[in-house]
Structure formats: structure tokens, C-alpha cells
């Protein structure tokens, strides 16, 4: 200004701009240092940014861990639970099989002692030396020592054969079987066995000649187990043994008017070692079941307490 007022233009020029240029620098270093500490500041908020972000990933997988280890504990605990549960009833099942066995045993035990017995004492009677008695007489007691000792084999052999069949799984179908004429057979078997009074027939609508592609032995063992069955726990009225086929399926009924098997056993009669208290299965039943089974068919059973039981077979 003063220079101004001097008239000394050019040097009043030169100090204005010496004075702006000095002002336009102090305002850039303002600028400048703000600048820095706004950077400063967008420097330390990435860090904490990334910091955060760094800790919200560290708690995420501490959490997703803690899951996973609940999610594991949870696991194990219902396993164990189950497992436990599956040995108690395991342990429950083998009781009751020892239960069974026993009962099977002293059943089995009774079976085969009482042909024993008769064996034993006809045996002691024939080797008397004071035995008074004619042929016929002798020729008797031998067929009933025989008779006997064929039931007993017959027991064993039935036994030693679901222990061998359970072991192999399926049963040869190779005999071509005339059914009219094994079912003759096995009925003729078991009448001297029927108690007095008991009428025992076969109703069949088979052709003479019908055949069926089977294990012989197998059926004729289903067979037989299902009349001794019927004869065992039938006093009075009959048996009756039938046979039909529809399409597909032979069709073999053994009918009774024994004791009967209580409703509240109808389920558990077919498993093995399992007789009631108002009638005697022994292996009977289990042995169809499980015969009937390995040739491929199934088994029926309708029954009534007192008035009898009817027992079907189904064979493709």
C-alpha cells in the first residue's frame, strides 16, 4: 500500500505478489497436513476395519466349532443312549431265549424219554428168561420198541435238518412229487398215533397224478411235524388233512378240533422253543415256518381256544 500510494507501481507489483505467492504457500502446507491427517485417519480406520473383520472371523469359527462340538456331544450321548438300549434288549432277548431253551429242553427231554421208556421196557420184558409168551405177543413189542425208536430218530433227524437248512439257506427243489400219494403215506403213518374216537381223512382235489416240483424230504417232514402237531392236542372230533392249488399255489391244510392255541399267543407260537399252557407245540410249527420258508412259501394259522386250529400252507 504504501509503495502504492508512493507511485511506485512496479515495486508495489512485485511485493503484492511476493504476498500472494507467500499466502499461496502457507495455505498449501494447511492443505497438505490436512490432507496427511485425513490419510492418517483412513489408514488407522482400515487397520481397525481390518481388525474388526479379523476378529469377527476369528468369533465366527470359534462359534461355528462350538457348534460342531455340541452338534458332536449331542451325537455321541443319543449314540450311547441307543446303544444302551439296543444292549438291554439284546440282553432281554438272550434271557428270554434262555428261558425258552430250558423250556424247550425239558419239552424235548419229555419227547424222546417216553419212547425211551417204552423201549427200555419192552427191552427188559423181552429179555426175561421167564417171558411166557407167544410170537404174536413178541412180534408186538417189537414193533412198538421200532415204532419208538423211529420217533426218537425222527426227532434228531429234524433237529440235525433246520440246523443244517438255517446253515445253508436254501433247500434243493429237485424231486417231482406225486402229492395224492405222499400225503396218503404220511396219513397212514400217523393214524395208530390218533387218540380213540379221533377220526382222521384227507381231503384232497388234486388229480391222482398231480405232481409238484419240490424237496420231497422237506415236505413230507412239513407234513408230518403238522399231523403230530393236530394229533398231540386232539382228544376228541378229527383231524382232517386237505390239498387244493388255485393258480399259482399249492394249497395244504391240516384242520383240527383239539385244544386250540390262546389269541394272546397266536403270534410268538412259531417261534422255536415256544409251547403254551393249553397245548404242546414242541418243533412242530417252528419246523414249517422255518421249511416252508426256505422252499419259498408262507404259513397261515387261525385258531380259537377249546374249539381247534387250522393250520395253511402256501407253496408256489
Given at each position: ?21 507467500a ?60 446303544h ?66 423211529h420217533?426218537?430218530?425222527n ?9 443244517i ?19 396218503k ?11 380213540p374216537?379221533?377220526?382222521?381223512t ?43 392249488t ?40 417252528s ?8 422252499m419259498?412259501?408262507r ?18
Amino acid at each position: 500500500k504504501i509503495l502504492e500510494m508512493a507511485g511506485r507501481w512496479k515495486e508495489a507489483f512485485e511485493s503484492l505478489r511476493e504476498e500472494t505467492a507467500a499466502n499461496d504457500s502457507i495455505v498449501n502446507v494447511i492443505l497438505i497436513n490436512s490432507m496427511q491427517g485425513y490419510r492418517d485417519e483412513l489408514t488407522i480406520y482400515d487397520l481397525e476395519r481390518k481388525s474388526a473383520k479379523a476378529r469377527t472371523i476369528t468369533l465366527s469359527i470359534i462359534i461355528v466349532l462350538l457348534l460342531l462340538l455340541i452338534t458332536a456331544l449331542a451325537y455321541i450321548t443319543s449314540s450311547r443312549h441307543r446303544h444302551m438300549k439296543q444292549l438291554k434288549r439284546a440282553y432281554e432277548r438272550a434271557m428270554e431265549s434262555d428261558k425258552m431253551k430250558a423250556a424247550f429242553i425239558q419239552n424235548m427231554s419229555h419227547e424222546v424219554r417216553t419212547p425211551l421208556n417204552v423201549i427200555t421196557g419192552f427191552a427188559q420184558i423181552l429179555a426175561d428168561p421167564e417171558l411166557d409168551s407167544d410170537a404174536k405177543g413178541r412180534k408186538d413189542m417189537a414193533q412198538m420198541m421200532l415204532k419208538n425208536t423211529h420217533i426218537i430218530t425222527n426227532q434228531i433227524d429234524t433237529m440235525l435238518e433246520l440246523s443244517i437248512n438255517e446253515a445253508s439257506g436254501a433247500a434243493s427243489k429237485d424231486d417231482a412229487v406225486v402229492l395224492n400219494k405222499l400225503l396218503k403215506e404220511v396219513l397212514q403213518e400217523n393214524e395208530s398215533d390218533v387218540a380213540p374216537g379221533v377220526a382222521i381223512t384227507l381231503d384232497t382235489s388234486l388229480d391222482d397224478d398231480f405232481q409238484l416240483q419240490t424237496n420231497k424230504l422237506m415236505l413230507r417232514r412239513m407234513v408230518n411235524a403238522l399231523l403230530d402237531n393236530a394229533i398231540k392236542n386232539t382228544t376228541e372230533g378229527h383231524i382232517t388233512l386237505k390239498a387244493s392249488t388255485d393258480q399259482a399255489n399249492l394249497n395244504i391244510v391240516v384242520e383240527d378240533t383239539g385244544s386250540g392255541i390262546p389269541a394272546d399267543q397266536l403270534d410268538n407260537i412259531f417261534e422255536r422253543f415256544v409251547t403254551t399252557d393249553s397245548s404242546s407245540s414242541g418243533l412242530g410249527l417252528s419246523i414249517c415256518r422255518e421249511v416252508v420258508s426256505l422252499m419259498g412259501g408262507r404259513i397261515r394259522l387261525k385258531s380259537e381256544l377249546g374249539k381247534g386250529t387250522i393250520v395253511w400252507i402256501i407253496i408256489p
